[in-house]
């Protein structure tokens, strides 16, 4: 996965919002149903072919979304607590310049839930991470009204 080297700035994420594809909002639904099935690596890989075929700067957008699902991905099945924090990091810190919003998806939400199991994760071995109730883990947020993008 590339860097991202530069963020838009708000209005040009509002200015591009519209022209969004359908295709593109279709894989971002995918990967959130794919998501809240605790399938976070189907959830990383359905967001990726969107950011794939994206050109224009808001590809960020979805670059954030793919390290988390990759951060709770390592939560549950490769077990690396490290690659957990180092993931939800990246991804908080790429979707804190899409807040409070974007595409329908409650990115504040989002944030806040990737931030605080992060927290809890720090420091904590494999072990604890296997002993996390799943259900307790996040789902993802769309806003509330939003027609799922």
């Known amino acids: 996965m590339a860097i991202v080297e530069s963020f838009p700035t708000r209005a040009e994420q509002l200015a591009l919002e519209p022209s969004v594809s359908a295709a593109a909002r279709a894989?971002?639904?995918?990967?959130?149903?794919?998501f809240d099935a605790r399938r976070y690596w189907d959830a990383h890989e359905a967001w990726e072919e969107v950011?794939?075929?994206?050109?224009r700067p808001i590809r960020s957008f979805y670059q954030g979304l793919i390290q988390i699902a990759a951060g709770f991905h390592h939560w549950t099945v490769t077990r690396?607590?490290?690659g957990v924090q180092i993931l939800?990091?990246?991804?908080?810190?790429?979707l804190e310049?899409?807040?409070p919003h974007y595409l329908g998806v409650d990115v504040d939400a989002t944030i806040e839930e990737a931030s605080r199991r992060r927290a809890l994760a720090a420091g904590r071995d494999v072990a604890w991470?296997?002993?996390y109730p799943r259900e307790?883990?996040?789902?993802?947020r769309w806003l509330p009204g939003a027609p799922s993008c």
Request: aromatic letters at 12%.
């Open 27 to 34: 894989g971002l639904r995918e990967g959130a149903a794919l």
């Open 51 to 55: 950011w794939q075929e994206e050109p």
């Open 80 to 82: 690396r607590p490290k």
């Open 88 to 94: 939800l990091t990246a991804g908080v810190e790429k």
């Open 97 to 99: 310049w899409y807040a």
């Open 129 to 131: 991470l296997d002993a």
């Open 136 to 140: 307790s883990l996040p789902r993802f």
